[in-house]
């Protein structure tokens, strides 16, 4: 035997000593023999796979000196670690952050998307005098007692509104006695009933110049602050019973179908500059019916701008005093944010927003973030005192609506509502701040977006019609076109691919042919070695 197999058959022997069953000189031998044989063949075609291999530098490794060897080897070691590398990074780069929102175009046409809801709240919520002669058919009003603390009940109502609902806590305080007589009043009739009429608030109103009914405009509309009135809003209760399909028709999300649903197509523009949009004219407010300092505005109206699936934000309203000559000019220009469909193909935790689509509110059909939040904190009342928000449409549980003998309830828990809960462990809130926020988290953006960004004056004006009807609205277009942004994979499972493929090509000169080649060598060489083994 060679010096080779001595060192084989020494190796064989303890092997067999130690873990095989006792055999024969002879069987050792032949089983010496037959496993140099086999270990010859397998090196055989190991070197034939090195000297025929696609990776570049392995075929140098096939009958070079030990020298030549060794430094091929550490050279094929270290590409293939800096390959690694860099694969790695490509893929934490996919897995972190998948999508990216970049300008799309910076004059999007205006005809494209609908003109922005206008939502016109007015300063006086319950009406004094109506208001009276609603309780007093459940209370005798025969003193100045009595009086003050009814007119305390509605101050409390008027007040009752996001995100200032502390407001009312000192009216709650002096009408504690008088709350429990009011148990069976239903407090969205009362609220609708006290609230100034359209033909009561609104004088004239004008579209592109063009005087329109401003009562068969403007819709009864649903708002953390009571009940309002909405221009060309699918939220307000003439446009709530337009379906999904509908909405996202409007804001140009979907293509469009042949079916037009009555009274959900939306009014647009394409008009720029003052008295091009919205005017409207409003009536002197009737301060015999205001409870002064008893309501957020002494006089006058809230505007509030928002798109036409998004209730409007109470918190956000702009106020338009009700002063003779006073003119409130707004310009608007739509931002819109738009997602690719290749998005939607990730999971929600993954991309970050929720397509409108996706999930359902009870408050609304569409979901966007803003609505959620106002669910969000209509829950967190229903959990601390056990009935709805008269605000909004409530789901058909069981639970009741809350009255005025719940304002103590709503009063106390509401401090809750007014800030969210950040991430744990996000520095700079106080133990006492997180304690009171609420946790809203479930709530996160929508993928389909329009906001607006405004731009107001207001000042006297010279119009005779002005002066006649006091407050004057214009609201109107401020840009010829709109910003569009587009959230898009950044780094999608193909370009991972080709990216993982250019390095491994730039380090090893790699490709898919070449891991078939691996493959197809590691196979053959394991299935002819255990065939001669077998032999």
């Not at 010829?480 to 999608?492: E, N, V």
């Not at 490709?511 to 053959?524: A, D, G, P, R």
Request: net charge neutral; aromatic share 12%.
């Amino acid at each position: 035997m060679s010096p080779n197999d001595d060192d084989i058959f020494r190796r064989w022997t303890t092997l067999r000593r130690n873990f095989l069953p006792r055999m024969s000189p002879a069987a050792v031998q032949l089983s010496v023999g037959r496993a140099a044989t086999v270990a010859k063949s397998s090196c055989v075609l190991i070197d034939e796979y090195t000297s025929h291999s696609t990776v570049h530098g392995m075929r140098y490794i096939s009958k070079a000196s030990l020298l030549e060897k060794i430094f091929w080897i550490t050279m094929l070691t270290i590409c293939g670690l800096s390959a690694c590398y860099i694969g790695n990074q490509f893929w934490l780069k996919f897995r972190s952050k998948p999508t990216q929102l970049a300008v799309k175009d910076t004059h999007v046409p205006l005809y494209e998307f609908p003109f922005p809801s206008i939502t016109i709240c007015p300063a006086i919520k319950v009406k004094k005098t109506v208001g009276l002669e609603y309780f007093s058919r459940y209370i005798s009003i025969d003193n100045d007692t009595v009086r003050t603390g009814l007119l305390n009940i509605m101050s409390a109502l008027s007040t009752m509104q996001q995100p200032t609902y502390f407001r009312m806590a000192e009216y709650v305080d002096k009408a504690k006695h008088l709350l429990p007589l009011f148990r069976n009043i239903n407090l969205t009739d009362f609220m609708l009933t006290t609230l100034p009429t359209c033909n009561e608030l609104f004088g004239r109103c004008k579209w592109h110049g063009e005087i329109i009914s401003c009562c068969e405009e403007f819709s009864l509309q649903r708002t953390e602050e009571g009940f309002c009135y909405s221009f060309n809003s699918l939220t307000s209760e003439a446009g709530k019973h337009c379906p999904l399909s509908e909405v996202l028709e409007n804001e140009g999300i979907v293509e469009e179908d042949d079916y037009m649903y009555p009274g959900c197509q939306l009014r647009r523009n394409t008009a720029v500059g003052t008295v091009t949009g919205l005017e409207v004219f409003l009536y002197k407010t009737n301060m015999s019916e205001s409870l002064g300092l008893g309501q957020r505005d002494i006089d006058g109206a809230r505007i509030m701008i928002h798109t036409s699936y998004q209730f409007p934000n109470a918190g956000d309203g702009i106020w338009l005093r009700s002063e003779q000559g006073r003119r409130l000019n707004i310009m608007i220009s739509p931002v819109i944010t738009v997602t690719s469909s290749r998005v939607k193909d990730l999971s929600v935790e993954t991309r970050g927003c929720v397509f409108p689509d996706e999930r359902e509110l009870y408050i609304y059909h569409v979901y966007t973030q803003s609505s959620c939040l106002i669910q969000c904190r209509m829950e967190f009342i229903l959990y601390t005192c056990g009935c709805h928000m008269y605000f909004f449409i409530t789901p058909d549980d069981g639970k009741p609506m809350c009255g005025i003998a719940d304002l103590t309830c709503i009063n106390h828990n509401t401090r809750h509502i007014r800030m969210l809960t950040p991430p744990k462990g996000t520095p700079g809130f106080e133990a006492r701040l997180i304690r009171d926020s609420l946790d809203c988290s479930q709530c996160i953006p929508t993928c389909y977006e329009t906001t607006h960004e405004i731009e107001m004056e207001s000042s006297p004006d010279q119009r005779t019609s002005v002066w006649k009807l006091f407050s004057y609205l214009d609201v109107a277009y401020g840009n010829l076109g709109s910003k569009k942004y587009q959230r898009d994979i950044t780094f999608a499972w193909t370009d991972l691919l080709v990216a993982l493929g250019g390095v491994a090509n730039l380090f090893l000169g790699f490709s898919i042919l070449s891991v078939v080649e691996f493959i197809y060598w590691t196979l053959k060489i394991c299935v002819i070695t255990f065939i001669r083994l077998c032999k």
